[in-house]
């Protein structure tokens, strides 16, 4: 079992950062590929970024490439999510998502754990 806990979202400017974090409780973490996604509203929930088990492969949707990093600090059981030159299109409910597998994927339903969200509000 792997519980997962976001944190670092808020109210931000257009072209601001925020930093997003995901903690995870168990010590299978390392086991888990990791991944951000965001749902806005009365949109379907996508795939933002990926990063494998061990942090060597990462992953991006095309609109964030070059904007959104996403990390893994396997030691404390942590994920990251930094984000710059925020757009008001990238505001979203963002969620981490946890996969038990030694690839990864972009689709919602190949996750096994879920966390609970946290809330990303870009200003124009």
């Known amino acids: 079992q792997v519980q997962l806990v976001e944190s670092g979202g808020g109210l931000v400017q257009a072209g601001g950062s925020l930093r997003l974090s995901c903690a995870a409780s168990?010590?299978?973490?390392?086991?888990?590929?990791m991944s951000w996604f965001r749902q806005a509203p009365g949109r379907e929930r996508e795939f933002v970024a990926a990063?494998?088990?061990?942090?060597?492969?990462?992953y991006y949707e095309d609109s964030v490439k070059g904007r959104f990093t996403i990390s893994r600090d396997n030691a404390k059981n942590t994920v990251y999510l930094q984000m710059n030159s925020l757009k008001p299109e990238n505001t979203a409910v963002y969620y981490c998502?946890?996969?038990?597998?030694?690839?990864?994927?972009?689709?919602?339903?190949?996750?096994?754990?879920w966390g609970q969200g946290t809330q990303v509000t870009v200003s124009s």
């Open positions: 998502a946890a996969a038990y597998t030694t690839t990864w994927s972009n689709e919602a339903n190949q996750y096994n754990y």
């Open positions: 168990g010590r299978t973490f390392r086991r888990f590929a």
């Open positions: 990063v494998t088990w061990n942090g060597d492969s990462k």
